[in-house]
Structures are given as structure tokens and as C-alpha cells.
């Protein structure tokens, strides 16, 4: 099974307009709801790329009974720890005359003691069962970035992690299996700019030489590093249709960990994690992925090894 594992879901509008205009009336040419933050959505992913998985996740509110309707009728094994807060509720802008895409994020609410207690107690639960693990997303107000530590120190599988800063810092004593910030994101954990592709190496083994044993850099539409004990490579995605961002990026971590669990080596891991963000780029709702076309495209990504 794999595990996706996070704190931070959300209960998603997409607002799409022919024309967006700022400081403007804009009437919506369509509007859509579906679950989302990077939990849901990794753990969506795997489901529909195939295989025993569950997302574990905190909801409450009114979009507790959307969300558990619409994991549901898709068929997504799935455990919420109730809290006492709403789910936060995001929307996202879809300007088709510009191909820009405007987010509006709420954070994550704060968890009670109790939750939170209930919480550990599940991923525990359910840790021991997984053969990999998704731990994804930023934590709710006022938790400490220490909370990711307790959850990698209980596993007893390989992680592929989608977290930064403080946090991830925190972890790579650990030896996880694959750490998996964007450019601007590792930017931020080592704490100087990546202003060349030297800087970018350099940051990325230096992650490596403290106890990450894999890390993947994405950068928006452009190529993907990937560094680990074989060396550094650059890998490209095939041309995609831009539809919608949202997601891809998780959609990217399930497909390495869905393709660490089917035994690949990492480069192809990371060829299907690449191609699993380019083909939800091409879809309104985030995660809905085709397996068969997941890796028909895996196999257009080209890789290149640079150090």
C-alpha cells in the first residue's frame, strides 16, 4: 500500500474565465468544486495510476461530507481525523485569454490537542502497513515543523517527502528516500540563491551529504534534477497542453513513489513522476490521471547526465 500522508487539504473552486480583468465585475464561464491541497491530491494520483493506497488526512466542516462524497464515488481509499475547524477552502482563476492561473490560499486551521493526538495515532496505524510513504504539505497554524520529523521517524519504508525549510532541514539525518522541493522551495531550506545551475548542484548535494538519499528539483515547465549516489541528472518533460497547473506537483511525487514500489530505478521513477505532472497539467480537475498515457509519456522524457 501506499500511504499519502498530510495535514493541509483543502476544498478546491476552480473559476474559469474567458477574460479575467482585475478590479472588475467577471462573470465565471465555468465553476467547479473538488477536493485538493497536496495530500488529496497525491493520494488521488496514486489511486488512478493503480494499486492499494490510502490518503490520510484531517477534515471538518461543511466540506467534510463534500469531500467524503466525492472520494467516494472516484473510488479512493481514504481516513479523515475529524477536527472541530472547517477545511480551509481555496480558489483558483483560470484566465483563458492570458493562460494565467491566480490562486487564492487559505491556510491550514489549527488542530486541537486531541486531533492531533488522533491523528498520530492513525499514521501510526497506518504507516506500519505501507510499503512507501507520501509525506506532503505544509502544517496548520501553529504546529511546529518538528511534527514532520515524529512522522518520517516512523517509518519503516521508503518516504518521498514534498516539504521544505525548517521542516525538511530537520529530517535529512533520517535518510529519507527521496526529498522533493521545487528550485525556489531549496532555495529557501539551504538558505542562498540559486541563481545558476552550479548553485543548484551544489545545494541539491549538499541535501545528498546530509542524509537525503535522492533529491528531485522541479522547476515550473523546465527541467528536472534529480541528484543521488549514481550522480546528477537533468531530465525533460515532453511538450503538454496547459490547462491546469494545479496539482502537478503532487501529481509528481505519486508517480515516484507508485514507481518506487513497483521497483524501478530512479531515473525512470523520475521520468514517471514527470510525466504524471505533465499529463494532470492538461486536465481542469488535479489528479485524474490515465495510467496507460501516464507512461506512454514517461517513456518521451529525455535524461541526461551532467555530473
Same mark, same amino acid.
Given at each position: ?13 476552480? /473559476?474559469?474565465?474567458?477574460? !479575467? ?49 466525492? !472520494? ?74 518538528? !511534527? ?14 514534498? !516539504? ?35 548553485? /543548484? ?39 503538454? +497542453? ?25 531515473? +525512470?521513477?523520475?521520468? /514517471? ?7 494532470? /497539467? ?26
Amino acid at each position: 500500500m501506499i500511504l499519502s500522508a498530510g495535514l493541509s487539504p483543502a476544498w478546491q473552486q476552480f /473559476l474559469v474565465f474567458d477574460t !479575467f480583468r482585475y478590479g472588475e465585475v467577471n462573470r465565471a464561464r465555468e465553476a467547479i468544486w473538488c477536493t485538493a491541497g497536496k495530500v488529496t491530491n497525491a493520494g488521488n494520483a496514486v489511486h488512478h495510476l493503480g494499486g492499494s493506497s490510502l490518503t490520510l488526512s484531517v477534515a471538518g466542516g461543511t466540506p467534510l461530507a463534500e469531500m467524503d462524497r466525492e !472520494f467516494a464515488e472516484l473510488g479512493v481509499p481514504h481516513r479523515w481525523i475529524k477536527t472541530r475547524a472547517a477545511t480551509r477552502v481555496c480558489t483558483t482563476i483560470l484566465d483563458r485569454a492570458t493562460g494565467t492561473m491566480t490562486e487564492l490560499v487559505e491556510n491550514g486551521r489549527p488542530l486541537l490537542q486531541e486531533e492531533l493526538d488522533a491523528y498520530r495515532a492513525a499514521f501510526t496505524q497506518e504507516i506500519a502497513k505501507a510499503e512507501v510513504t507520501i509525506i506532503i504539505g505544509s502544517l496548520p497554524a501553529g504546529m511546529p515543523p518538528s !511534527f514532520y520529523r515524529e512522522m518520517v521517524e516512523r517509518a519503516d519504508c521508503p518516504v518521498v517527502l514534498d !516539504f521544505w525549510g525548517e521542516g525538511l532541514n530537520a529530517v535529512l539525518d533520517l535518510k529519507p528516500c527521496v526529498v522533493k522541493p521545487n528550485r525556489e522551495e531549496l532555495a529557501r531550506t539551504v538558505g542562498y540563491p540559486l541563481a545558476d545551475d552550479d548553485q /543548484l548542484c551544489r545545494a541539491m548535494r549538499s541535501l545528498n551529504e546530509r542524509g537525503a538519499r535522492w533529491v528531485v528539483v522541479s522547476q515550473g515547465g523546465g527541467p528536472v534534477w534529480l541528484s543521488g549516489g549514481s550522480g546528477i541528472f537533468r531530465l525533460y518533460p515532453p511538450p503538454a +497542453e496547459f490547462v491546469n497547473p494545479i496539482g502537478c506537483g503532487d501529481c509528481m511525487a505519486a508517480g515516484i513513489a507508485w514507481a518506487i514500489r513497483d521497483g524501478r530505478e530512479m531515473v +525512470e521513477a523520475v521520468k /514517471l513522476g514527470i510525466a504524471a505532472g505533465g499529463e494532470n /497539467l492538461q486536465q481542469l480537475l488535479p489528479s485524474r490521471l490515465d495510467p496507460a498515457k501516464v507512461e506512454r509519456r514517461a517513456a518521451d522524457v529525455r535524461a541526461e547526465e551532467v555530473q
